[in-house]
């Protein structure tokens, strides 16, 4: 069975960091796209971050440039999206996604494009 488990959310001070993580079970990540995405209440999901595991050529929406971080860790399966400077607008579900496409920048943030969802984790940052 494909899973993914997105953790590491929680509530956090602005200015605060976080590190969320994505592990996968039932496939690698060997040879996909990863990304990550958000969703506030009452708003659609929005692409933050994506990477490519084959050559870990990365992609940032302007909301999270400098401020997030995302890498893989082929050998944990593992995605992971570091967040610091966190603002209170950064407030969402955060959902990791998988693709078996390669990303670029036109198709990064398409929720369209990723084929398996984790649950989500819930990041909430008070001011």
């Known amino acids: 069975e494909v899973q993914l488990q997105a953790s590491g959310g929680g509530l956090v001070q602005a200015g605060g960091s976080l590190r969320l993580s994505c592990a996968a079970s039932?496939?690698?990540?060997?040879?996909?796209?990863i990304g990550w995405f958000r969703q506030a209440p009452g708003k659609g999901r929005e692409g933050v971050s994506c990477?490519?595991?084959?050559?870990?050529?990365?992609y940032y929406a302007g909301s999270a440039k400098g401020r997030f971080t995302i890498s893989v860790d082929s050998s944990k399966n593992t995605v992971y999206l570091m967040m610091n400077g966190l603002k209170p607008e950064d407030t969402a579900v955060y959902y990791c996604?998988?693709?078996?496409?390669?990303?670029?920048?036109?198709?990064?943030?398409?929720?369209?494009?990723?084929?398996?969802w984790g649950q989500g984790t819930q990041v909430t940052v008070s001011s």
């Open positions: 996604a998988v693709t078996y496409d390669y990303l670029y920048e036109y198709n990064c943030y398409l929720p369209s494009e990723y084929n398996y």
């Open positions: 039932g496939f690698t990540f060997n040879d996909h796209g």
């Open positions: 990477i490519n595991s084959s050559d870990r050529g990365t």
